[in-house]
């Protein structure tokens, strides 16, 4: 009797080192099952402990990946090496994949913290009725700048970047779209422009902005201006609403002629292997306290109106990174411009940054 209980106990030590390892190699090959799930997000972009908090609820598993860019995120989906169960693409990026068909359609029965979202976010144009997307975070393009570093400049115009006497110390966001369409903003042309003329004279405004140029970063930005190793920067509103909260020199504007409005959404990817887990993170994202707790973190603007009342005053006040509508409707969203365009777009900035060396 006891040697048959020693014998149990050994297979199922066996059986239960097999299975982790198993478990494990999946996960490292990037194949989720019912347990394991493979998120694909931004650098910087969610507080880890409403990860752990979403494994100890559900039992799942998160493996959890990031990307400093849409075109990026697009590649690595399209190659298929890796399959994702969650990815959180920009808006016109969601429209590119629903295109080609790369994401399944949602099934709002079982998201039921979709109610959380403030209707000014929901049923955009660029994914009618929410059908593939669910708003992760939103906000603008803007210029983060130190006030004491620079205390007669306040940036309410693109142009004030080209003053001379910031030789050397701008840091560009590295997005195709953020610096072309700064250089067509400066000029009046639209952020979605697909004229030809247009973008080469964008270019060309940009090549003579090089001087100024100290570095084109990611996330080192803000590291960077919060340290105040640089005075001014060209960014995404979240990365400046977080730095400001390190650095009271730091201030945020929205030059006058015109900015982008963007929005960041969780999507299940065609290739998904575990759909119903994909559901159940995108609705744990959307609980008000979770994304109150992740808000707060990761400092961008939160589309949930839920989640709005268990957040600080000072950060839900502030109307540099919750902007009214009346404001944000004079803003543009980015289109989806095609393949080609986009390409072009892509293209013009790689020449640019070839310019600066
Ligand atoms: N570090 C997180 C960055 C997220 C930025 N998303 C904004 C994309 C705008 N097109």
Partial sequence: MKNLIQAFLAVLVVSIVCLIAINRLN????????????????????????????????????????FDSNEAMMTKIQQGGTTYDVAVPSEYM?????????????DHSKLPNLK?????????????GNKFSVPYFWGTV????????????????WDDL????????????????????????????????????????AQDKLNTLTPNIKAIVGDENKLLMANGEAPVAL????????????????????????????????????????????????????????????TEYVSYSTPNKEALKYMPEEMVNDERFYPSPELTDKLEVYDNLGKKNLAYYNELFLEFKMYRK
Avoid: C
């Fill in 235 to 294: 960014v995404w509103s979240g990365d400046a609403s977080e730095i400001m909260f390190e650095n009271e020199d730091l201030d945020y504007s929205v030059p006058e002629e015109g900015s982008n409005l963007w929005f960041d959404n969780m999507v299940i990817p065609k290739t998904a292997k575990n759909i119903d887990g994909a559901h159940q993170f995108i609705n744990f994202m959307l609980d008000a306290e979770v994304a109150a707790q992740n």
């Fill in 27 to 66: 996960a490292s090959a990037g194949y989720s099952g019912t347990n394991t799930l493979t998120v694909y997000n931004w650098g910087d972009y969610i507080d880890e402990e409403v990860i752990d908090q979403f494994e100890e609820e559900t039992g799942i598993t998160v493996i959890y990946e990031t």
């Fill in 94 to 106: 969601v429209q590119k994949m629903m295109e080609e068909d790369l994401l399944i359609e949602l």
């Fill in 142 to 157: 803007g210029i983060v700048f130190n006030t004491k570093m620079l205390p007669d400049m306040n940036f309410k115009s």
């Fill in 162 to 201: 080209w003053d001379p006497e910031l030789k050397n110390d701008i840091l560009l966001v590295d997005g195709a779209r953020e610096v072309i369409g700064m250089g067509l903003n400066s000029l009046g042309y639209s952020l979605n422009d697909t004229n030809k003329v247009h973008l080469q004279e």
């Fill in 116 to 128: 959380n979202i403030d209707e000014r976010f929901m049923d955009l144009a660029f994914d009618p």
